[in-house]
């Protein structure tokens, strides 16, 4: 690992690429007493680093299903796993989220009264660690995605894409395992939708962490090693028939 975003991560999972880090067994997350079906029965395994793109049209219940997996939402029917680990056995959700994910949203979700740096040392609060080795690692992470000279900007004085690379810091601050991205490209235009992509693929490979990314643009998913098709609430197997 001597890439540029080498050294980002604090420790080293025991686990093998290859592994399921997530596997979701008839997943479900109904509203209105069961009127409106978001998610309706997913079955699917993600594997330890895979880059895995969550694509279909809008409404299908893509962002739902991220919202699952990073116990931002609760299932309400099925069964899903961290490692092995049943999400019903988790007893302090917001702890878990912080320790194992990262998020990164199409519309940044950043703090505009807060600098850059600010914004990348929020999800450590409440976290064990000094304030000045968080503020090293955050201008560290910054640093990497080439945000040195832009550390003390608040978010209205950063690009778009400047933005999404302080997301990307702040959703790497807690050493996550899995980085979930929702359009993290939706809102850019293509140079700084394939930097960001590119940064965001450099990271994922050389620190072996696993992305779950939702994304309407074919090149994202072209990226993928897999693609994962939703219709309805459900997998889509036969995506082709529908477009
Ligand atoms: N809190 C809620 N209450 C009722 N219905 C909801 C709620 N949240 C989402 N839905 C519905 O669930 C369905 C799936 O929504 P979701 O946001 O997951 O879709 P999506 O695939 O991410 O769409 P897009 O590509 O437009 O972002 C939609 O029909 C939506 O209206
Ligand atoms: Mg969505």
């Not at 235009?189 to 072996?208: H, M, P, Q, T, Y």
Request: net charge negative.
């Amino acid at each position: 690992m001597n890439g540029p975003h080498s050294g980002l991560r604090k420790t080293v999972s025991s686990s093998r690429p290859g592994d399921a880090i997530l596997r979701l067994e008839d997943i479900a997350l109904h509203f209105d007493e069961g009127r409106t079906k978001a998610v309706n029965g997913i079955d699917v395994e993600v594997r330890e680093g895979e880059f895995v793109a969550l694509v279909g049209p809008s409404g299908c219940g893509k962002s739902s299903l991220l919202n699952i997996i990073g116990t931002l939402d609760s299932a309400t029917g099925g069964r899903i796993y961290f490692r092995g680990q049943p999400y019903s056995t988790i007893s302090d959700a917001s702890l878990f989220r912080r320790q194992h994910f990262g998020f990164i949203f199409q519309s940044f979700h950043l703090i505009p009264t807060l600098s850059a740096l600010e914004n990348v040392i929020v999800p450590t609060i409440g976290c064990a660690g000094s304030a000045k080795a968080l503020k090293e690692r955050a201008q560290g992470l910054l640093s990497a995605l080439g945000l040195q000279d832009r550390m003390g900007h608040e978010p209205g004085k950063l690009s778009g894409g400047e933005r999404q690379r302080v997301a990307i810091a702040r959703s790497l601050i807690n050493d996550p395992d899995i980085i979930l991205a929702d359009e993290p490209t939706g809102s850019l235009d293509s140079i700084n939708a394939a930097e960001v992509l590119d940064l965001l693929d450099g990271i994922r490979k050389e620190n072996g962490l696993t992305v779950v990314m939702v994304t309407h643009a074919p090149e994202v998913s072209a990226r993928a090693d897999r693609v994962v098709h939703m219709r309805d609430g459900k997998l889509d197997t036969n995506p082709a028939e529908h477009t």
